[in-house]
């Protein structure tokens, strides 16, 4: 039999120092992706910040368009695990508007203050090119898949009102949570506020209005708008 050839130790060196560069270089494009969006991001600014020569970028991506789609993909992927690893750990009995309200505060919490990765891929997902964004897509569509359980869940529990449908429930909740990315300021109020603020609207927006309480659905309340406005006189 023949014999293994033993992996002398200055190619594990080598190996593992290839390794962190390359996640050095995905940090820093991550971080001006995040701040410059798409068209903003200039393999030299990634440079400065991976404190590299440019040209030494290209030993581990072959095009500005292939690091940065390594960075968008990877945003929604971690945000993925991140989410999935907070929800795995919470106990299995918690009722599912609560455990919806842990997605909440996971979702903002990574979002804003942990990942520079799930910032730049939530700011940047409408302006990439199709050849760039369908790996994005995928990935999109299996976060998106823990949201539609994380619904799902509620309905079936009878905590979610009779006039919503849930994929459009979800699809909105999920777009403005993301969409904090592009407005929310640390100077202008905290990030538990935020939170805070966020999983109430979600939780009372979503929950059945308790008999006699709110003047009906809101369902009604706008049928009743849309009434008004028909029968008023012309001006």
């Given at each position: ?204 927006g979503l929950a059945p209005v ?26």
């Open positions: 039999m023949p014999k293994k050839t033993a992996t002398k130790p200055s190619d594990e060196t080598s190996a593992t120092k290839a390794a962190r560069t390359r996640e050095r270089i995905l940090d820093a494009a991550a971080h001006v992706l995040s701040r410059k969006g798409f068209a903003g991001t200039r393999l030299s600014d990634v440079a400065v910040q991976a404190e590299l020569q440019a040209p030494a970028i290209y030993y581990y991506f072959s095009s500005r368009e292939d690091l940065i789609e390594e960075v968008m993909w990877a945003g929604l992927a971690r945000m993925h695990q991140h989410l999935q690893a907070a929800l795995d750990a919470l106990p299995a009995e918690l009722d599912p508007m609560d455990r919806l309200m842990a997605a909440v505060d996971e979702h903002l919490r990574y979002q804003l203050s942990i990942s520079d990765y799930a910032t730049a891929a939530i700011r940047n997902s409408g302006q990439l090119p199709e050849k760039i964004r369908s790996r994005q897509l995928v990935e999109e569509n299996t976060y998106g898949d823990i949201w539609r359980d994380l619904v799902d869940d509620v309905r079936r529990a009878g905590q979610l009102r009779d006039d919503l449908d849930p994929r459009t429930a979800r699809m909105l909740v999920l777009g403005a949570l993301s969409w904090t990315a592009e407005w929310w300021n640390p100077l202008r109020g905290s990030l538990d506020e935020l939170v805070r603020t966020a999983q109430s609207l979600v939780r009372h308790p008999q006699g309480e709110g003047g009906g659905t809101a369902q009604a309340a706008g049928q009743k708008a849309r009434t008004r406005r028909k029968s008023a006189p012309a001006a």
